[in-house]
């Protein structure tokens, strides 16, 4: 187990102290190349072949999720084996409904999803339709997310929690 909070290492640290953990906590953790530049968080978790739980609070100012962060992720073998992927803070960056696909294809993993107070509108009403989507489906062979922003419907929220914890 590792778990780092409010800081900033190098990559290479990173990969030193987390090489063998099989849990990980990072809450508002930047790690940085030698060049400077914010590590995705693909990258890290490509460095971490036997992590089983991913726990992330992204940092606002200085994001490990990119553009490409999702599509990255699926391409990452161990990526599917992982049992529990939560992440707080999450920018409108992240491409959600690539992510709910894999959800829905993946079965055994159990997601959260959390995301910052300063998303679109535009992007509430894609997290919308996938709750909708969720809710209305009677037979989940899916493990539920739980999926939370600043604006959601409190029943709905209440309900894909109550779903959620059924997993």
Not at 45 to 59: G, W
Request: charged share 25%.
């Amino acid at each position: 187990m590792l778990y780092l909070s409010d800081q900033t290492i190098s990559y290479n640290d990173f990969v030193f102290v987390s090489s063998n953990v099989e849990t990980i906590g990072l809450s508002r953790v930047v790690v940085k190349n030698e060049d400077v530049t914010i590590v995705p968080l693909e990258k890290l978790v490509k460095a971490l072949p036997k992590i089983n739980d991913v726990h992330l609070t992204d940092d606002r100012l200085s994001s490990s999720i990119t553009l490409n962060t999702v599509k990255e992720l699926l391409t990452i073998p161990h990526f599917s084996k992982i049992s529990k992927i939560s992440l707080h803070e999450i920018p409108e960056t992240f491409d959600v409904e690539t992510y709910f696909a894999f959800i829905k294809k993946i079965k055994q993993i159990k997601f959260g999803l959390l995301f910052q107070l300063s998303i679109s509108d535009a992007y509430k009403t894609r997290l919308e339709a996938i709750f909708d989507e969720i809710l209305q489906t009677e037979n989940h062979d899916y493990k539920v997310p739980f999926i939370h922003f600043w604006g959601c419907d409190q029943k709905k929220c209440r309900i894909l929690g109550s779903l959620s914890d059924k997993d």
